[in-house]
Structure formats: structure tokens, C-alpha cells
């Protein structure tokens, strides 16, 4: 194929190529990011039933099928090579430059079990497994790949995908392991001594989550870590705390603007987002994260 492209999605469903192998004189989509409605859900749905989607010819012109009236159903063609594309796809294939495509589903577990539900039904078992992205071919002149080859590439997906859970699995699991040694060092500071030493020693709270800086509010005394708000500005978000959010155990947000902070302005780019736990109904955790400028292209 002219460029075959690996198709990360992300949390918010938009999707990213994050590797890509293309001819010299075709204009490189690496880095590009597209929006979640590129590929909806029921695109995505299908490609967990049926992982492997040629397309030959774009402007081949589609055979109608007719259907036996006596039928009870219609006709599904989900699992046919020979399915033509949709018209709108046809002509997002042809924006592109493509005539010929060839799409492989990079699937892998969506976090449950170690191999998901044995038994049970197809659709319970493809439930639990996740569309973590695409590997895309394209072509600038009509394909056609044999049935052999298209199998032999189902088959590399899965054992591409085996391998990358395996991967993401570990690297879930060294993250929890840190968490829990850090957390239990934590654990024992409170035990012996008081409870600003998770916050003066170390490790601190900062090591339990990724952040720009943390904050124990303590007996009315207040202990900053890293980058974090004023004593007075702390004073005034606890003052916000209580009656918006005081009949919960915390408060998690990306953006304390968002979430209805009304002196969010005044904290400026240096605190953004904002993780809290009560302790007390006067005593608080905190962890802060900075505004964070990122460019994307899309």
C-alpha cells in the first residue's frame, strides 16, 4: 500500500496516527489528530465483529442485491468482503487521495478480567473487549487483497493486540504497585507521627498523584507543597467547598473554572485543576495541576 498509518484513539473517542509508513511523494498525516465522529460508533461497533474492511475500488459502481420477497428479515451484509462502502465514506476515501483501503481492528481488553467472560454469547465477549485503534491502509489505485493474506493480516492484529495488553497490563500494574508502596509509607507517617508528614517528608501526597503541587489543610493551619494556591485563596476555594460540594467525600475537576469556582480567574494559569478529599469537615487534602498549553492538528 502507497501509506499504511496505526490509528490510536484517545479517552474522548477522537483519534490520532501515531505511526505512519507512506510513500516519499504523499503528504504525511503523522501527528494528525481527527474528530470522534470521523469513525462513529456503530462504525466502530462493526469493526469488533468483523476486524479486517477492504475496500478495492472506491468508484466501483455497488451491484444492487435483491432480496427474496419470502424472506422474514433483510438481508445483513456486515460480514460481506463484497459490502460496499457507504457513499459518504466513498467520498472521504477520495478527499484523501484513496481508492483502495484495507482496515485492520487493533482490539484488546477493556479492563475487566485477565481474558474477559468465557462462553456466553458473541455479544457479551465483544463487550468486553475494546477498540483501541486501527491500522489503515491506503492506496492511490485500485487493490484487491486475496482472502490468504487478508487472514494472515487478522491474524497479526491479534497477536499484535495480545501483545500490547500485555504491555498496557503492566504498565497498570507497575503504576498500582508504586501507588500502594507509596501509600503505605504514607500510611505509616500518620501512624507515628502527625499528619503534616505527608506533606513535609517524603515521599509526600505529590508522589501518590501526578501534579504540579499539593496541600494539607490542617486544624485551621495550612500546608503548602509544590505549586499551590495562597493560604487566603485556599480559604476562600473551602469556603466554596462547603456548601457546593459538602455532602460528598471530594471533588475531582479539570478545570475549577468549569466546575463553578468563581475566583478561578484569580488563581491564573498556575492552578487549574484541582483534586480534593475531606478528611474532617475541616481538615482537607489538595492537589493541584497547572494549566497545561498543548497545540494539536487536526
Known amino acids: 500500500y502507497d501509506r499504511v498509518m496505526v490509528y490510536r484513539f484517545h479517552e474522548d473517542e477522537h ?42 475500488d472506491c468508484h466501483a459502481a455497488p451491484v444492487r442485491v435483491i432480496q427474496d420477497a419470502s424472506l422474514p428479515q433483510p438481508l445483513c451484509l456486515v460480514g460481506s468482503t463484497l459490502r460496499a462502502p457507504h457513499g459518504c465514506h466513498a467520498q472521504y476515501m477520495a478527499s484523501m487521495g484513496s481508492i483502495a483501503s ?15 467472560p468465557r462462553g456466553g454469547s458473541s455479544s457479551s465477549s465483544s463487550s468486553a473487549m475494546k477498540l483501541w485503534g486501527l491500522v489503515v491502509c491506503h492506496h492511490t489505485s485500485p487493490r484487491y487483497i486475496p482472502f490468504p493474506l487478508r487472514y494472515a493480516c487478522e491474524f497479526l492484529m491479534q497477536a499484535f493486540g495480545l501483545q500490547l495488553n500485555m504491555e498496557l497490563q503492566l504498565a497498570l500494574q507497575l503504576s498500582e504497585k ?48 509544590g505549586v499551590t494556591p495562597t493560604e487566603a485563596q485556599i480559604k476562600d476555594i473551602i469556603g466554596w467547598l462547603t456548601p457546593s460540594h459538602g455532602d460528598s467525600t471530594g471533588l ?43 497545540e494539536i492538528k487536526w
Open 15 to 56: 483519534g490520532e496516527v501515531a505511526a505512519e509508513s507512506r510513500r516519499d511523494d504523499l503528504e504525511p498525516y503523522l501527528g494528525l489528530h481527527y474528530p470522534a465522529t470521523d469513525i462513529p460508533q456503530a462504525s466502530r461497533f462493526l469493526f469488533k465483529q468483523n476486524r479486517v474492511r477492504m475496500i478495492a
Open 102 to 116: 484495507l482496515v485492520m481492528a487493533v482490539i484488546i481488553s477493556s479492563g475487566g478480567d485477565d481474558d474477559g
Open 178 to 225: 508504586h501507588m500502594l508502596r507509596t501509600q503505605t509509607l504514607l500510611c505509616d507517617m500518620l501512624l507515628r507521627d502527625s499528619p503534616t508528614g505527608i506533606v513535609t517528608q517524603s515521599p509526600s501526597i505529590m508522589d501518590l498523584v501526578k501534579c504540579d503541587g499539593a496541600a494539607l489543610y490542617y486544624q485551621g493551619k495550612y500546608y503548602p507543597l
Open 252 to 294: 475531582s475537576t479539570d478545570s475549577l473554572a468549569d466546575a463553578g469556582y468563581p475566583g478561578a480567574a484569580a488563581l491564573g494559569d498556575a492552578v487549574c485543576g484541582m483534586a480534593v478529599a475531606y478528611i474532617t469537615k475541616s481538615d482537607y487534602l489538595f492537589w493541584f495541576r497547572s494549566h497545561t498549553a498543548k
